[in-house]
């Protein structure tokens, strides 16, 4: 199950690296930051004092605040998933939490985590190259509480994401979820999908939910008490015209659209039952070919049936 980029030779030297820095930490501590800065990494993890993994700065705007949310809860002896976890930073807390079993799971795994981190912590975490959709597959069991941070706005199809999430939960389960979200329309339940050039960070981050349709869509697979521990606004808000041309066009100002990030926790509703389930259940699971060949497919019915092409509406 470890990803592919776990490298023997170098976990075990992470491993004797750790036995000589526990004999002697205030010499050791050098050499131990020259081989972890051998890596790029993505998020800043203190290993140890004045021992710290060189990740892009901004991401302390969101991680911090998302491992303290997660110190609200408890963790000990918990089985745990970590969806999305990168460097393990999310995984790592858990850990330090008590959590009894991690399951850190990322289709684009993080060398540094799985070669460096995990032997050099002597950590319980468990790396798993996968995607999200895979889940199932994996026969990983059901857990207690499952953190994904990072992860949903980077999905294609948001509601399998979601579905596979609340699968991987126990009933009365805990989501701590954290992702990119705009602040637009209020109550209206919205979920932006914005690919491409009309993508509101970077062309891998199509899925933008509001507030409203972040909790409609987890309400209708099944959870409920919600809370929203933390929001952080990315400053001014998106220009229509650049992204939305229609929606300049036909609602000016009126519909500003800001992005930003969101900390919410939710729990996994024991015994819930929605009548929809039923027809969720029957409907194709996500496969590209699948996918790609049902787009195909409705293009060319459109363009047989003569309908106007959404750039003149």
């Known amino acids: 199950m470890w990803p592919q980029c776990h490298d023997r030779r170098?976990?075990?030297?992470?491993?004797?690296?750790?036995?000589?820095?526990?004999?002697?930490?205030?010499?050791?501590?050098?050499?131990?930051?020259?081989?972890l800065?051998?890596?790029?990494?993505?998020?800043?993890?203190?290993?140890?004092?004045?021992?710290?993994?060189?990740?892009?700065?901004?991401?302390?705007?969101?991680?911090?605040?998302y491992l303290d949310v997660c110190r609200r809860f408890v963790f000990s002896g918990k089985r745990v998933l970590d969806v999305g976890c990168r460097d393990g930073a999310a995984s790592l807390?858990?850990?330090?939490?008590?959590?009894?079993?991690?399951?850190?799971?990322?289709?684009?795994?993080?060398p540094g985590l799985v070669n460096f981190i995990v032997p050099f912590l002597n950590s319980i975490v468990n790396p798993i190259e996968a995607n999200v959709y895979d889940l199932e597959?994996?026969?990983l069991g059901t857990f207690d509480i499952v953190l994904c941070a990072g992860l949903l706005?980077?999905?294609?199809?948001?509601?399998?994401?979601?579905?596979?999430?609340?699968?991987?939960?126990?009933?009365g389960g805990l989501l701590i979820l954290e992702t990119a979200f705009i602040e637009a329309?209020?109550?209206?339940?919205?979920?932006?999908y914005a690919p491409g050039k009309a993508a509101l960070y970077e062309p891998t981050s199509p899925t933008y939910y509001n507030l409203a349709g972040l909790r409609s869509a987890l309400?209708?697979?099944?959870?409920?008490?919600f809370e929203?521990?933390?929001?952080?606004?990315?400053?001014?808000?998106?220009?229509?015209?650049?992204?939305?041309?229609?929606?300049?066009?036909?609602?000016?100002?009126?519909?500003?659209?800001?992005?930003g990030r969101v900390i919410l926790t939710c729990w996994k509703l024991a015994g819930y039952r929605n009548p929809l389930f039923d027809v969720f259940e029957k409907t194709v699971p996500w496969d590209e070919t699948w996918a790609q060949g049902q787009i195909a497919k409705h293009s060319k019915k459109g363009t047989d049936e003569g309908n106007v092409p959404s750039d003149e509406v």
């Open 37 to 65: 800065d051998k890596y790029v990494f993505y998020h800043n993890i203190e290993l140890a004092p004045g021992i710290k993994t060189q990740g892009i700065p901004w991401t302390d705007l969101y991680v911090p605040p």
């Open 153 to 171: 706005y980077h999905l294609q199809f948001p509601f399998w994401g979601l579905r596979a999430l609340r699968d991987a939960l126990n009933p």
């Open 93 to 110: 807390t858990a850990e330090k939490l008590g959590a009894a079993e991690i399951y850190s799971l990322d289709n684009s795994y993080s």
């Open 228 to 259: 929203v521990h933390h929001t952080y606004m990315h400053g001014a808000p998106i220009d229509p015209s650049t992204h939305f041309p229609l929606h300049a066009k036909h609602f000016g100002e009126l519909l500003p659209i800001v992005p």
């Open 10 to 35: 170098a976990f075990m030297d992470a491993v004797k690296l750790r036995v000589k820095y526990d004999f002697d930490p205030v010499a050791m501590a050098p050499e131990v930051q020259a081989a």
């Open 185 to 192: 329309l209020k109550d209206l339940p919205t979920l932006v």
């Open 219 to 225: 309400s209708e697979l099944g959870f409920g008490e």
């Open 137 to 139: 597959k994996l026969e």
